[in-house]
């Protein structure tokens, strides 16, 4: 009898194994870390608007029009139609550590960044879900004792090789060198990488910077 048993057990190892197997893939399955990504970057950002709209109390948030919007189907004679509707992605938002960081320029005064200018700036990047994907420094930006920079020509990237997102313009265009603190950028999917995926970016991202301009340099100047 007890042969039978130790037989009949022998027999029935393999499928319990099997039986296992596919139990514990179950249980280990992975959840997507991207899945309805595109949903919920539109999310992410009607939340953002949301916040820059009505801020905490204390917090000081400015969202800027994107500046290309009159090179589109929505211009007249280089201004924007009357009809056009402008929709939350239409916007940068941006997020100042105090209001002196706030871009104010004087009447009759053009903006201390400009197209075609060169910057040189310390940045870091990331992905609604808090991946990092690049940047010149690490943790909290100090600007005491922060020396990684990087210089970018103040470029659309759709001008030519090199340039910039729109998004990243469109922030450049609204800052000033040496706030007080890395500003905080939030830039909608359709005006930074849109249906491209890009190394450590995946198509539909809505994006997140920490910038800190330190220098200006002027188009045409030498340095």
Not at 99 to 105: A, E, G, I, T
Not at 194 to 202: H, R, S
Request: hydrophobic share 40%; proline share 5%; aromatic share 12%.
């Amino acid at each position: 009898m007890v042969a039978v048993l130790f037989k009949a057990l022998r027999a029935a190892l393999p499928v319990m194994a099997v039986a296992c197997m596919v139990s514990c893939a179950k249980d280990t399955e992975v959840e997507d870390p991207y899945a309805n990504w595109k949903e919920r970057n539109v999310a992410f950002i009607d939340s953002i608007a949301g916040v820059c709209d009505n801020p905490p109390e204390g917090e000081i948030w400015r969202k800027y029009f994107r500046y290309d919007i009159n090179f589109d189907d929505n211009s007249i004679d280089g201004v924007v139609s009357p009809s056009y509707k402008p929709k939350t992605e239409d916007y940068v938002y941006m997020k100042f550590a105090n209001v002196q960081d706030v871009l104010s320029v004087e009447e009759g005064k053009e903006n201390p960044i400009m197209q075609n200018d060169t910057v040189v700036v310390a940045y870091q990047g990331f992905l609604i879900n808090g991946y990092r994907f690049d940047g010149t420094y690490l943790g909290k930006f100090d600007r005491e004792v922060n020396d990684h920079f990087r210089e970018f020509a103040v470029v659309d990237m759709r001008k030519g090789n090199g340039g910039l997102i729109p998004g990243w313009v469109n922030a450049l265009l609204y800052m000033k060198p040496k706030t007080e603190d890395a500003v905080e950028v939030f830039i909608p999917s359709q005006i930074a990488y849109g249906e491209q995926k890009k190394p450590g970016i995946p198509k539909n991202s809505a994006l997140k910077f920490e910038m800190y301009v330190d220098e200006v340099l002027k188009y045409g100047t030498i340095k």
